[in-house]
C-alpha cells in the first residue's frame, strides 16, 4: 500500500499522530495515537494534595484555569467546603474569560488558516493552494479580524490577570475559593474589557463564522462521528448548589440522559499500557508498556457506559437547547462562536452580582486521608481529575482530559475514538494536500497537551497512508 | 536608535511602561537600516504550550506588529498556517538559508530517555522521526543566537520534575557549547521574552546571571521589591490565600526568587501578579522549580529562620557591597541566592553551572565576603544560616560541584512530615516586630 505521511499536524495546541487511510479520495479508515509521554501524574505521587492547583494548571498553556478549577472542585470535593458566594463568582469571571481567549484563538489562529487563504509572509507562508472559496476582499477582511483578534484575545487574557494574578497558569482560582476581592477598581476595569470582548465577537467573529459556513456547507455533513454528547456542566452557580449555568447531560443517539458521574471508565487495550479491565478513574492505573503488540497510543480510551462521546461547545450548547441538535464540522465552529457569545453576556452579569465587602475564599482544615472527584467543563470539553491523599501526601491521581475523548484509540470493543470516527468517510480531493483531514480534526478544538494524563501526548504528527 | 544604555535602563524602569512598546519600534528602525528582519523559528517541544500564550499576549507591539515589522517567524507550530511535509521542509531550508544568522527559540523541555522517543517535532518523508532531542541539537548549532522561552526549556520545569518520568533535560544541557539565554517563568512573561530578543537583535546576547538568564530582569528578589514588604517587616501575615497581609507564612518563595514580577506585574497590560493577588510566589523562574519550590503551600521549611531574614536583608547588602567594591551586584546576588537555596530548599540542586562559571563564583566569593565585611556582615555564611548543613558545606564547590547528584525523590521533597505547619489556619504563632522566628527542628534533626 503506498504510505504518504504528513507530520506534523501544526495549529492544534500539542503533537499527536493520524494515520488515515485514504482510498478512492475517501477516508475509510483512521487511527489517532498519542505519542509522547510526559508522566504527570506520576510526578503528582508523594506531593502535597494542595500542590496539584497550581501543579496540574501546568499540564496546558491554553486551558490552565480549565485544570485548576477540576483540581480545586476535587479538594473541595474531598473535604466537603464551599467557596463562599464571591470566590464562586470570580471563579466563573476568570474561567469565562479564559475562555473566551481560548475561543477566539481557536477560531482565529487554529481554523481560519484552514478556510482563507492568508498574507503571503510567514507565518501564513507556506501552505496548501486548495479548495479555497471565498473571493480576495472577504479574505483580506477575514484576516483583518484576525489580526484584530489578536489584541482581543490579549484582551480576554487581561481580564483573567485582573482575577488570576496571571495567565497562563494563574493564582486566583484555588480550593476554597478565589483570593481577589471584587472592589470598584477591579471591576470596572472587568466590565470595560468583557464590553469590548463581546462586541469583537457580535460584530466579527460571528460574521466571518458564518461566511465561513455558508461557504463550505457541505462541511455541515462531513465529520459528523459517533453523535454521542456529553456535558459535565460548566459555570458553578453561586446560589444553587450543584447546578451550574451550562448544565451537565448526555444525548446518545439523539436521546437525553441525566449525566451518571461513575459510569466513566478507561479502556487501555490499543494503549501503551499494561493490560487491564476497563477501570474507573479512580482506580485507575498507569503502567507503561511501550513495546505492547497491537497498542498504538499513549492516550487511553475513555467511555461513557462503553461508548465515546463528543464534547465541548457544540455538546454543551444542544443539551443546553441553545442549538438544534446538530453532528458535523461545520456545527463545531459555529457553536464554539456562538458560545463565545452567550459566555460574554453571562459574564456581564455575573460581574454585577459580586458583592462588595463579602469573602472570596474559605479557609479549611486538611485531614489527613481524603479522596474527592473534580468534573467540570474545559473549553474543549468534560474535565475530571480525580485523587486520594493518605498522610496528607498524594497517593493516586488521574486526570481524564477532553482531549482524551476526542483523540483516544479504539477501546477494548474496537470502537474507533470519536476523531477517527469522524474522519471515515471525509472527502481528501488532492493526495499532495489533504486539507481536509485538518478541517475536520481541528474542528474539535484537540488540546494534545492535555490529550494523556499521566502520559501527554505529544509529538504531533499526522502519517496519512493513501492506499487504494 | 538607542543606545545600549538606554535600552537597559528602558529595561530596569519596567514599571511606567510598556518594555516592548517603546522597545519594538525601535527594533524594526534598526533592522529596517539594514533592510532585513530577523529570522526566527521556534521550536515547541515537550511544552503546555504557555509561553507561546504568554508571547501572544504582548502588549505593543503586538503579535500582529512583530510578524509583520520585525521578525520573519518561519515556524512557530501554534501560528504557522503550513502543515505536514511542507512544515517541516520548510524549516529545514530556513535553517540552511540563514544558517548562522537566525534566532532559535525553544519553548519545552528536552525528553532524553530512550534516545528522545518520548518527544517528536515531525515525521520526514520516508518516515523516520525528527525527536526534540535531534531538533534542538540540529537547529541549536546552527542559529546565531539560542533563547531558551520558559522555565522547561530554561531549566527542566514540571515535567522535568522528580522522578522525571521522560528524562527531560533543559536545552543547555543539550547543547553544552552554545550559549543559551535563559528567559525562564511559568509562563515566561511577555516582556521578559520580548524584551531579551529584542536586546539579541540589537546588542547581541545580554548580560547574564550565572543561570544564564538577563540581568535585566532576573536580578533582585521578588522580596527586595514586594509591596507587602513592609507587612513583613512588621508581621502582618496573611492566614490564608485571599487574607490581609504578606504571603510569607502561606509559603511565599519570593525571598528565595529573582525576577521583576512586583515592579513589572502581569501580563504585559501591567495588571497584577501573585502577590498583589493574596496569593503567593511559587518561585517559577527559578532552576529548582517546582521540586525546590514545593510544597507550595508550606512556607520556606526546616531552616533557621533568623537566616532567612538575614538572607532576605543580607541581599540588599550583599548587592550594594558589591556595587561598591566594582562586583557585578547580580553575581553575588546569584551566588548567594544558589548559597541560601542551598540551605533553604532541602534537595535543591543547581544543574548547569560549568567549571568556569564555578571558579567565577569562588572568585565573587572572595570578593563579596570583602564586600560584606566592609558592609558589616560577619560572612556570607554567617549570614545565610546557621542551619547544620551550613557548618557540612565546604564552599560553593559543594553546591555546585555535585554534578551527578540525583534529583531528589518525592521523599526528600521539602519535607512536611512535621504538617501540622502545613494548614493555614495552623500557622498562628505571633511573630515579634522584627522577625525572630524559633527554629523548627528539621525531620533530620531529630534523628
Known amino acids: 500500500m503506498p504510505v504518504k505521511i504528513i507530520s506534523p499536524i501544526t495549529r492544534i495546541n500539542g503533537f499527536w499522530r493520524l494515520d488515515a487511510k485514504i482510498e478512492n479520495h475517501r477516508i475509510v479508515d483512521a487511527f489517532s495515537g498519542g505519542i509522547f509521554f510526559r508522566g504527570l501524574e506520576k510526578i503528582l505521587l508523594g506531593r502535597d494534595p494542595r500542590d496539584a492547583v497550581y501543579l496540574t494548571e501546568r499540564i496546558c498553556g491554553i486551558c490552565s484555569t480549565a485544570h485548576a478549577l477540576a483540581s480545586s472542585h476535587a479538594m473541595e470535593d474531598a473535604l466537603r467546603i464551599m467557596p463562599p458566594r464571591n470566590g464562586i463568582i470570580i471563579r466563573n469571571l476568570i474561567f469565562g474569560a479564559d475562555l473566551l481567549q481560548n475561543h477566539i484563538r481557536h477560531f482565529y489562529f487554529l481554523t481560519v488558516p484552514d478556510y482563507v487563504k492568508g498574507p503571503d509572509r510567514p507565518p501564513f507562508t507556506p501552505g496548501y493552494n486548495v479548495d479555497f472559496r471565498l473571493s480576495k476582499d472577504t479574505s483580506s477582511q477575514i484576516y483583518e479580524n484576525y489580526m484584530e483578534s489578536i489584541h482581543i484575545s490579549r484582551a480576554a487574557h487581561d481580564m483573567v490577570t485582573i482575577f488570576g494574578a496571571k495567565i497562563p497558569h494563574n493564582h486566583g482560582i484555588l480550593p476554597g475559593g478565589a483570593s481577589v476581592p471584587p472592589d470598584g477598581d477591579n471591576v470596572r476595569m472587568f466590565l470595560s474589557i468583557i464590553k469590548r470582548v463581546k462586541d469583537f465577537i457580535n460584530s466579527k467573529m460571528i460574521r466571518d463564522a458564518e461566511l465561513i459556513a455558508e461557504a463550505y456547507s457541505d462541511y455541515f455533513e462531513i465529520g459528523a462521528g459517533h453523535r454521542n454528547l456529553m456535558s459535565f456542566g460548566m459555570f458553578s452557580h453561586p446560589d444553587k448548589s450543584g447546578e451550574f449555568y451550562f448544565r451537565p447531560g448526555v444525548m446518545i443517539g439523539g436521546r437525553p440522559e441525566e449525566l451518571d458521574r461513575k459510569a466513566i471508565s478507561e479502556h487501555v487495550k490499543y494503549s501503551w499500557y499494561d493490560d487491564a479491565p476497563p477501570l474507573a478513574p479512580e482506580e485507575g492505573l498507569t503502567e507503561p508498556d511501550a513495546k505492547k503488540p497491537g497498542a498504538y497510543s499513549w492516550v487511553k480510551a475513555p467511555r461513557y457506559k462503553g461508548l465515546p462521546m463528543e464534547m465541548g461547545p457544540l455538546a454543551r450548547l444542544v443539551i443546553r437547547g441553545d442549538y438544534p441538535e446538530a453532528y458535523g464540522t461545520m456545527h463545531r465552529i459555529l457553536a464554539r462562536v456562538y458560545e463565545a457569545k452567550k459566555v460574554a453576556e453571562l459574564m456581564e452579569e455575573w460581574v454585577m452580582e459580586l458583592e462588595i465587602g463579602k469573602p472570596v475564599f474559605a479557609p479549611y482544615e486538611m485531614p489527613s486521608d481524603f479522596e474527592g472527584a473534580g468534573m467540570v467543563e474545559a473549553m474543549r470539553g468534560c474535565l475530571g481529575h480525580w485523587f486520594r491523599a493518605n498522610g496528607r501526601r498524594i497517593s493516586h491521581y488521574q486526570i481524564i482530559t477532553p482531549s482524551a475523548w476526542a483523540c483516544s484509540p479504539r477501546d477494548n470493543n474496537g470502537i474507533r475514538g470519536p476523531i477517527e470516527e469522524a474522519l471515515v468517510g471525509t472527502p481528501v480531493e488532492d493526495f499532495d494536500q489533504p486539507v481536509e483531514v485538518g478541517r475536520v480534526a481541528r474542528s474539535f478544538d484537540p488540546c494534545l497537551a492535555c490529550a494523556v494524563h499521566a502520559i501527554d501526548a505529544r509529538g504531533m504528527q499526522k502519517d496519512i497512508y493513501i492506499g487504494t | ?447
Request: hydrophobic share 35%; aromatic share 8%.
Open chain 2, 1 to 447: 536608535m538607542l543606545t545600549r544604555r538606554e535600552f537597559l535602563k528602558l529595561c530596569l524602569s519596567s514599571a511606567a511602561l510598556s518594555l516592548s512598546g517603546i522597545l519594538l519600534p525601535k527594533v524594526a528602525e534598526a533592522l529596517g537600516d539594514r533592510g532585513e528582519k530577523a529570522t526566527v523559528i521556534w521550536l515547541e517541544l515537550m511544552t503546555c504550550t504557555g509561553d507561546f500564550m504568554s508571547f501572544a499576549n504582548t502588549l505593543s507591539p503586538d503579535v500582529e506588529q512583530l510578524i509583520r515589522d520585525t521578525i520573519k517567524l518561519e515556524y512557530q507550530n501554534t501560528l504557522m498556517t503550513a502543515e505536514g511535509e511542507t512544515a517541516l521542509k520548510h524549516l529545514y531550508e530556513t535553517a540552511s538559508k540563514q544558517e548562522g544568522k537566525y534566532i532559535l527559540v525553544v519553548e519545552g523541555t528536552v525528553p532524553t530517555k530512550d534516545n528522545g522517543i518520548y518527544g517528536k517535532i515531525g515525521y520526514f518523508e520516508d518516515g523516520r522521526p525528527v525527536t526534540d532531542l535531534d531538533a534542538v541539537k540540529y537547529f541549536g548549532t546552527r542559529a546565531k543566537y539560542v533563547i531558551a522561552i520558559g522555565t522547561c526549556a530554561s531549566f527542566g520545569g514540571p515535567y522535568a520534575a522528580s522522578p522525571n518520568p521522560s528524562g527531560s533535560l533543559p536545552v543547555d544541557k543539550i547543547l553544552k557549547d552554545v550559549q543559551v539565554i535563559n528567559t525562564p517563568g511559568c509562563p515566561c512573561h511577555p516582556d521578559w521574552f520580548v524584551g531579551t530578543l529584542s536586546h539579541a537583535i540589537l546588542y547581541g546576547v545580554p548580560e547574564l546571571d550565572a543561570f544564564g538568564r538577563p540581568i535585566m530582569f532576573y536580578r533582585h528578589s521578588i522580596h527586595d521589591f514586594c509591596p507587602k514588604r513592609q507587612h513583613f517587616e512588621n508581621s502582618i501575615f496573611a492566614k490564608f490565600p485571599g487574607d490581609y497581609g504578606c504571603l510569607f507564612e502561606i509559603g511565599c518563595k519570593g525571598p528565595v526568587t529573582f525576577v521583576d514580577c512586583p515592579t513589572r506585574m502581569w501580563n504585559s497590560a501591567h495588571i497584577n501578579w501573585p502577590v498583589k493577588a493574596n496569593t503567593h510566589c511559587i518561585g517559577c523562574v527559578s532552576p529548582e522549580f517546582p521540586d525546590g519550590m514545593s510544597p507550595f503551600f508550606a512556607h520556606l521549611p526546616d531552616v533557621d529562620l533568623p537566616g532567612i531574614n538575614a538572607s532576605s536583608s543580607l541581599v540588599g547588602k550583599v548587592a550594594v557591597g558589591g556595587a561598591l567594591m566594582g562586583v557585578a551586584g547580580h553575581a553575588a546576588v546569584s551566588l548567594l541566592k544558589g548559597r541560601i537555596q542551598n540551605h533553604l530548599v532541602n534537595g535543591s540542586q543547581t544543574r548547569h553551572v560549568d567549571e568556569k562559571t564555578l571558579s567565577m563564583l569562588q572568585e565573587e566569593e572572595k570578593t563579596t565576603a570583602e564586600a560584606l565585611k566592609a558592609s558589616g556582615a560577619a560572612s556570607i555564611k554567617d549570614a545565610a544560616g546557621k542551619s547544620k548543613e551550613s557548618a557540612d558545606d565546604s564552599g560553593v564547590k559543594a553546591h555546585y560541584g555535585e554534578k551527578s547528584r540525583k534529583r531528589p525523590d518525592s521523599g526528600k521533597r521539602m519535607d512536611a512530615d512535621a504538617s501540622d505547619e502545613l494548614s493555614p489556619r495552623e500557622v498562628s504563632v505571633v511573630k515579634p516586630k522584627k522577625i525572630r522566628i524559633i527554629k523548627k527542628i528539621s525531620s533530620k534533626e531529630k534523628d
